[in-house]
């Protein structure tokens, strides 16, 4: 080992690196109003020039999206999916007495979904006990064919939703929404309510609905779900459903607030 590695980490840092990470955890801080490039130079210290090339470099490393309509930056998806990669153990200790207290209230699954680069995974889930149901532990779910995937999207700035949708929409069943256009005001829709819905649009006995986990400027860190078979969870029930997901999702967002845990979009 030579004596370089043995030199304290302050002494090698490298200062357009130190830069670079002030800007991506000044967008991660920023709110609607205080995450455009402006706003981020002054929030760390760097001329305009300087911070715009660092974001531009950000960007195009996947680090950082930004809304073109809006010039507005958010965390992007390599971000994400690094976080990821450290495990959501917290985000499922907070999430999992909701879990609970989700399924004894409704008497159908209650899951939690973090974003993965296959799409979105369920990472916990809590089934009644005295009803036979397939387990989606672990299980990878596209967004636009699950109330999951589209609470999520229904949340995420424009730019960033479209990039995680990506090209042709794949058909699962007679109602999966494969239509843009159809899929863009089912999205509005679903942030007007606060909650996604799914009537078998991914298998075709399986219904659900789903509410965002959401950080402190309203991006979502996972989404909270309730599902089950069409005889037991459907349409009529959305309503009532999607209202118990919400508040539910909303106490774990308290909690994330509270514990003051890094706030970053959850997308796949």
């Not at 200062?15 to 709110?31: H, I, K, N």
């Not at 507005?72 to 990821?84: H, P």
């Not at 829709?189 to 400027?217: F, K, M, N, Q, W």
């Not at 967002?253 to 979009?265: D, K, L, N, Q, V």
Request: hydrophobic share 45%.
């Amino acid at each position: 080992m030579t004596a370089r590695n043995h030199l304290p980490a302050a002494s090698v840092r490298i200062q357009s690196v130190d830069r670079a990470v002030d800007l991506l955890q000044a967008v991660a801080a920023a709110s609607p109003e205080t995450s455009s490039a402006p706003a981020l130079a002054r929030a760390c210290g760097l001329n305009r020039a300087t911070a715009w090339r660092l974001l531009k470099t950000l960007q195009a490393r996947g680090l950082v999206a930004l809304d073109e309509a809006t010039g507005r930056y958010s965390i992007g998806l390599t971000t994400v999916e690094l976080g990821n990669g450290a495990g959501p153990d917290a985000l499922i200790a907070a999430a999992h007495p909701e879990l609970e207290r989700t399924c004894r209230e409704t008497g159908e699954t209650a899951a939690l979904a973090v974003a993965g680069i296959g799409g979105l995974c369920y990472v916990d889930e809590v089934t009644p006990t005295a009803v036979l149901t397939a387990s989606w532990l672990g299980r990878f779910v596209p967004v636009h064919a699950t109330s999951t995937g589209k609470a999520m999207l229904a949340f995420l700035p424009a730019d960033q939703a479209r990039r995680v949708l990506g090209g042709e929409l794949r058909s699962f069943t007679a109602t999966t929404i494969i239509d843009p256009e159809a899929l863009a005001a089912e999205l509005a829709a679903t942030r007007a309510r606060g909650y996604g819905i799914c009537a078998g649009e991914l298998e075709s006995s399986l219904y659900g609905v789903s509410a965002p986990v959401l950080d402190h400027a309203r991006r979502p860190l996972a989404v909270l779900s309730i599902w089950g078979p069409h005889d037991r969870v459907h349409e009529g029930l959305f309503a009532e459903l999607g209202a118990v997901v919400v508040r539910a999702a909303g106490r774990v967002s308290a909690a994330h607030r509270g514990a003051g845990w890094p706030g970053a979009p959850v997308v796949a």
